[in-house]
């Protein structure tokens, strides 16, 4: 971002909530907008793939895992409702990407802004913290599952030649590394709207595993002619007690509502589209494209993937437990995987970038004068400038995921603890308030009675999934050594 929209963006921050003051920019130059920042260039389809490459994760793994627990009565229900209040919330808070007026409002350039701008006080701090560790948690949740993938292909080359009767023992320590030090080469791209072409990739990669995911799973069922599982679900006996039964349902819940998680970039990636038309009207469209194509993903690998392998389906499709799981074709798997790492590299960063800015933000605020901060080198041959502060800030921050991912390695327990702590807050609670506000509806209206119950309705699953995700976790840590993790 220019500096000029840097101080434009800070100036527009510091006004009244519902100041509808609009900044004129240069006259006679048609490179800037409403704000005086540089033209937007995002459309429909960048902001699509920007959500694809969001929403389409390492979240799909876990489906097969979640439906399981679920059953196929409630696993598809519970995958398509969570899909209905994900792109219905989304498009509330799309309203709210402009204070006032849809079409010439002043801006919210990020989630915390648009708080502000409709909630105010201590709303916004609760938001952020809520907001940026949610953030960080994902950064360390996609380490934990790219290092997973890079040990799949480890193991399923290790199966293809010394037959699956052997051990094939893998460490995740060394590539988690590897991830980390890719992140601290790529981190140092400066702002969210440079990094579409990644977005692209990475989302061209989520739809290459998806479909090799489900094409396995199909190719499955097809050759042993059976669907496995139950209407209700795990079955309790042996070693799954009824404890276990209900914990692991609601860590279920979690995992879906992980794998639909984007709204707090979703004004993030909205600051990035044009205008005409409206960048709401844009954003109603690419989460209604998004939401769809994923629901449909998601239906079918969470469903071919609990046929496939009934009770026993692993917490992650592509990357299975032993023997359960797909070790054979090779060389598609070793694809799919590989796909999934490229993705994870690109999605790491679509999450990351928002905390970056708030982050390189507040600094050049509070010291403005600070040429430490302010200083950007450019790299020869290439575009890109390079900060002191940034390149020491943000190798810290990949360092310090890396490092959690290395003690905590997780899946599906970190997948679960992630969805229900940041699917209600930011899902749904502040969206619903926001857009009361945004919209001035009536308290106790039937409108307004109707967005508390769904926030209730929402909040007690979240609650349910967190209760479910810890308990996981506590089980997992018992007989866990740190820097040992290896499968």
């Given at each position: 971002?220019?500096?000029?929209?840097?101080?434009?963006?800070?100036?527009?921050?510091?006004?009244?909530a519902?100041?509808?003051?609009?900044?004129?920019?240069?006259?006679?130059?048609?490179?800037?907008?409403d704000?005086?920042?540089?033209?937007?260039?995002?459309?429909?389809?960048?902001a699509?793939?920007?959500?694809?490459?969001?929403?389409i994760?390492?979240?799909?793994?876990?489906?097969?895992w979640?439906?399981?627990?679920l059953?196929w009565?409630?696993?598809?229900?519970?995958?398509f409702?969570?899909?209905?209040v994900?792109?219905?919330t989304?498009?509330l808070?799309?309203?709210?990407?402009?204070?006032?007026?849809p079409?010439?409002?002043?801006?919210?350039?990020?989630?915390?802004?648009?708080?502000?701008?409709?909630?105010?006080?201590?709303?916004?701090?609760?938001?952020?913290?809520?907001?940026?560790?949610?953030?960080?948690?994902?950064?360390?949740?996609?380490?934990?599952?790219?290092?997973?993938?890079?040990?799949a292909?480890?193991?399923?080359?290790?199966?293809?030649e010394?037959?699956?009767?052997?051990p094939?023992?893998?460490?995740?320590?060394?590539?988690?590394?590897?991830?980390?030090?890719?992140?601290?080469?790529?981190?140092?791209?400066?702002?969210?709207?440079?990094?579409?072409?990644?977005?692209?990739?990475?989302?061209?990669m989520?739809?290459t595993?998806?479909?090799?995911?489900?094409?396995?799973?199909i190719?499955?069922?097809?050759?042993t002619?059976?669907?496995?599982?139950?209407?209700?679900?795990?079955?309790?006996?042996?070693?799954?007690?009824?404890?276990?039964?209900?914990?692991?349902?609601?860590?279920?819940?979690?995992?879906?509502?992980?794998?639909?998680?984007?709204?707090?970039?979703l004004?993030?990636?909205?600051?990035?589209v044009?205008?005409?038309?409206?960048?709401?009207?844009?954003?109603?469209?690419?989460s209604?494209?998004?939401?769809s194509?994923?629901?449909?993903?998601?239906?079918?690998?969470?469903?071919?993937?609990?046929?496939?392998?009934?009770?026993?389906a692993?917490?992650?499709?592509?990357?299975g437990v032993?023997?359960?799981?797909f070790?054979?074709?090779?060389?598609?798997?070793?694809?799919?995987?590989i796909a999934?790492?490229?993705?994870?590299?690109?999605?790491?960063?679509?999450?990351c970038?928002?905390?970056?800015?708030?982050?390189?933000?507040?600094?050049?605020?509070?010291?403005?004068?600070s040429?430490f901060?302010?200083?950007?080198?450019?790299?020869?041959?290439?575009?890109?400038?390079?900060?002191?502060?940034?390149?020491?800030?943000?190798?810290?921050?990949?360092i310090?995921?890396?490092?959690?991912?290395?003690?905590?390695?997780?899946?599906?327990?970190v997948?679960?603890?992630?969805?229900?702590?940041g699917f209600?807050?930011?899902?749904?609670?502040?969206?619903?308030?926001?857009?009361?506000?945004?919209?001035?509806?009536?308290?106790?209206?039937?409108?307004?009675?109707?967005?508390?119950?769904?926030?209730?309705?929402?909040?007690?699953?979240?609650?349910?999934a967190?209760?479910?995700?810890?308990?996981g976790?506590?089980?997992?840590?018992?007989?866990?050594?740190?820097?040992?993790?290896?499968?």
């Amino acid at each position: 971002m220019t500096k000029m929209g840097e101080q434009t963006g800070n100036k527009n921050q510091n006004q009244h909530a519902f100041d509808l003051s609009i900044n004129v920019p240069p006259q006679g130059s048609k490179c800037f907008d409403d704000d005086g920042r540089l033209k937007r260039t995002g459309s429909v389809w960048t902001a699509s793939a920007h959500i694809i490459t969001a929403v389409i994760g390492s979240g799909v793994l876990s489906l097969a895992w979640a439906t399981a627990q679920l059953g196929w009565v409630a696993g598809p229900a519970v995958m398509f409702l969570f899909s209905l209040v994900t792109y219905y919330t989304s498009t509330l808070l799309a309203a709210c990407y402009r204070s006032g007026d849809p079409v010439t409002g002043k801006r919210n350039y990020t989630y915390m802004d648009a708080v502000r701008s409709n909630l105010g006080g201590f709303q916004v701090k609760i938001c952020g913290i809520i907001q940026y560790f949610n953030l960080y948690g994902v950064a360390i949740g996609y380490t934990i599952a790219s290092s997973i993938s890079m040990m799949a292909i480890q193991k399923t080359d290790c199966f293809h030649e010394k037959g699956e009767n052997n051990p094939c023992k893998t460490s995740s320590t060394p590539y988690m590394i590897i991830f980390g030090v890719v992140q601290v080469f790529l981190s140092q791209i400066p702002d969210f709207d440079q990094i579409w072409w990644l977005s692209i990739l990475a989302a061209v990669m989520s739809f290459t595993y998806s479909t090799i995911g489900l094409g396995l799973g199909i190719g499955k069922v097809a050759e042993t002619g059976e669907i496995k599982g139950s209407w209700t679900g795990i079955s309790i006996g042996g070693d799954v007690t009824e404890a276990d039964k209900i914990w692991q349902s609601f860590q279920a819940l979690g995992d879906i509502a992980f794998a639909y998680s984007y709204s707090i970039i979703l004004i993030e990636i909205q600051d990035t589209v044009r205008s005409p038309p409206s960048e709401s009207k844009t954003m109603k469209k690419a989460s209604l494209i998004s939401v769809s194509v994923t629901t449909v993903f998601y239906m079918l690998c969470g469903c071919f993937g609990y046929a496939a392998f009934g009770d026993r389906a692993p917490g992650n499709l592509l990357t299975g437990v032993g023997k359960i799981g797909f070790h054979n074709p090779y060389w598609l798997i070793d694809i799919a995987n590989i796909a999934i790492v490229v993705h994870l590299v690109g999605a790491y960063q679509v999450y990351c970038q928002p905390l970056f800015a708030f982050i390189e933000k507040s600094a050049n605020q509070r010291f403005p004068d600070s040429k430490f901060i302010s200083k950007e080198v450019k790299v020869p041959l290439t575009s890109l400038k390079l900060s002191p502060f940034r390149l020491i800030w943000r190798t810290l921050f990949v360092i310090s995921t890396t490092v959690i991912s290395m003690l905590m390695p997780f899946f599906n327990d970190v997948v679960g603890i992630l969805g229900a702590f940041g699917f209600w807050p930011l899902t749904v609670y502040y969206p619903v308030e926001m857009y009361i506000v945004q919209k001035r509806i009536p308290k106790w209206s039937t409108r307004w009675i109707c967005l508390e119950i769904l926030s209730m309705a929402c909040l007690i699953i979240s609650l349910a999934a967190a209760a479910g995700s810890f308990a996981g976790l506590s089980q997992d840590v018992k007989n866990y050594k740190p820097f040992q993790s290896s499968s």
